[in-house]
């Protein structure tokens, strides 16, 4: 998950309300319809079918609380997350708060996730920001975005992804599995993750946008992959308007079971991918 350098909240898809900034946002995007070759009941359907598949889907980033998903996130730039957890494993078992964190200290964090890409930095941006937690937010996570962009490590996305998985907020983080989808599917096209995010705020029907972020990361992991497609497992085969699209019969609706976070079960037909 690209970011500068950087207990899960149950919901169902149609379930509490969205933030006020959410609100506001989402209003302003509808006041100019985007130009895309769907209707909106197609999108409506395509998320229906998605919130059918995983009605709880949650991060692959396994995580403790609050403080290790804030993290594991930041670890996780440039980083599969399967690589990111098995760093995590061992430094969450010794330190899964950041009093705790803070007082193991940067040279035994660097050591501990030595594995993970440009782990020098990443050591000291979750060495600072635990001890920021530490000694400006007693400890706690802040819910708020300025708060948290301000944190080392952290920016846009990985604040959107801890106020979407952790509290509840309808936000929306674009990675690069949500980039390729909306673009490739041509449904929130966008040549940066912020055009991309904005596309699809515009289009995401009420009681959809709590989920979206892993709905569609998921789908991109597992179905709408980066090289090729694998359009057999899609079930929404029929309504994508994909260039790349290779079989246009959608796949059957399977609801799969809920799981903790962590590795997330695979549609019917579909395969992890090498992490």
Known sequence: MAEKAPATKRATAGAGKAAPVAKAVRAKAKAKAPKIPYTAEEVAEIFRRFAVQRAHPTSELEHVNTFTLLVAVVLSAQMTDAGVNRATRGLFARASTPEAMAALGEDEIREAIKTVGFFRTKAKNVQRLSEILRDEHGGQVPRDRAALEALPGVGRKTANVIM??????????????????????????????????????????EGFLRHAHHWLIL???????????????????????????????PAPLVALPDAPPGPQPLPPGAKRPGG
Do not use: S, Y
């Open 164 to 205: 979407n998985t952790a509290f509840g907020e309808e936000t929306l983080a674009v990675d690069t599995h949500i980039l390729r989808i909306g673009n490739r599917i041509k449904i929130a096209p966008g040549k940066t993750p912020e055009a991309v995010e904005q596309g699809f705020l515009k289009i995401i029907p």
């Open 219 to 249: 789908h991109g992991r597992f179905v709408c992959k980066a090289r090729k497609p694998d359009c057999a497992v899609c079930i929404i085969a029929d309504l994508c308007k994909a260039d790349e699209k290779w079989c246009g019969t």
